[in-house]
Nanobody, 116 residues
């Protein structure tokens, strides 16, 4: 069973920064994509950023502020979040997407709260 463990969430003031980490229990290079999603209360879970074979997809709402990266040697994916806004408040989830019909895996989520 693949485990994804997120860390780095917390309370930050508007304009501040946080770096989220997602440590995987297996080789992240074996997955089709590694990504970050977020879910605010009462809303659906949305894609924030994703890495597919070295290229990245960033949601328009965070483009220019958030950066996704990976360290294959550490089996870890990062989400650097700068210029945070109150609307970025959500639970952030790490996702490992398998190839074809292979299953996806999710972390337990980490809370990010942007408030003064």
């Amino acid at each position: 069973q693949v485990q994804l463990v997120e860390s780095g969430g917390g309370l930050v003031q508007p304009g501040g920064s946080l770096r989220l980490s997602c440590a995987a229990s297996t080789n992240i290079a074996s997955f089709y994509a590694m990504g970050w999603y977020r879910q605010a209360p009462g809303k659906q879970r949305d894609l924030v950023a994703r890495i597919i074979s070295g290229s990245t997809n960033i949601a328009n709402s965070v483009k220019g502020r958030f950066t996704i990266s990976r360290d294959n040697a550490k089996n870890t994916v990062y989400l650097q979040m700068n210029s945070l806004k109150p609307e970025d408040t959500a639970v952030y989830y790490c996702n490992a997407k398998g190839w074809g019909v292979s299953p996806d895996y999710w972390g337990q989520g980490t809370q990010v709260t942007v408030s003064s």
